[in-house]
């Protein structure tokens, strides 16, 4: 038999895992096409005696594949559950991870729109109290102004008064003819006119 040499390591790390198996015999199973557990569980001893194995060792590497083989799918099967497993705790602590950020800026926005509802309250209060100032301050200007209006006039109207009074006594002094003294109507007409 030629010693063919596998370049890769996977298959030659597998076959050498048989009892029995090294470096030599490994190359002997791989030069045969005998690469993978399950060929070598299926080989026949002519077949492995083809190869150059003897028949003891031919029965002893058919059985331990043949466990080996039966053994991987198990193996792969519990690798298999470990991963899914991983990958859903993985996700459910994600999902956990999200949720409570969620929760937490949902958190913070009830505090904004709460603070931002009390500073509105508090600027409505104060724009309250100050228009309230504002038309008392108007109120009373108003009034004040009035009153001064009223004392204005009733000056202006006494003057009138007594300026015509005067008129007449001067006019009645001096022997002329006597002019006929405005009625009320007259003197208060007089005095908004000016």
Request: glycine share 4%.
């Amino acid at each position: 038999m030629s010693g063919a040499k596998s370049d890769d390591k996977s298959t030659f790390n597998t076959l050498t895992s048989l009892p029995g198996v090294g470096k030599t015999t490994a190359e002997k199973l791989i030069a045969a096409g005998y690469t993978t557990l399950a060929k070598v569980a299926r080989a026949s001893m002519k077949g492995l005696a083809t190869a150059g194995l003897s028949e003891a060792l031919s029965r002893k590497i058919v059985a331990a594949a043949g466990n080996k083989a039966k053994k991987a799918p198990a193996k792969a099967k519990e690798a298999s559950k470990k991963v899914v497993s991983a990958a859903s705790a993985k996700a459910k602590k994600t999902a956990s991870k999200a949720k409570k950020v969620v929760i937490d800026k949902s958190a913070v926005t009830r505090k904004r729109n709460a603070a931002a509802t009390k500073k509105a309250r508090a600027i409505a209060t104060v724009t309250k109290a100050s228009s309230k100032k504002v038309l008392s301050k108007t109120k009373k200007s108003a009034i004040k102004t009035a009153s001064k209006a009223k004392s204005t006039a009733k000056k202006t109207t006494k003057k009138a008064a007594k300026k015509t009074v005067t008129t007449a006594k001067k006019a009645a002094d001096s022997g002329l003819k006597v002019i006929k003294s405005p009625s009320l109507a007259d003197i208060i007409k007089r005095a908004r006119n000016n």
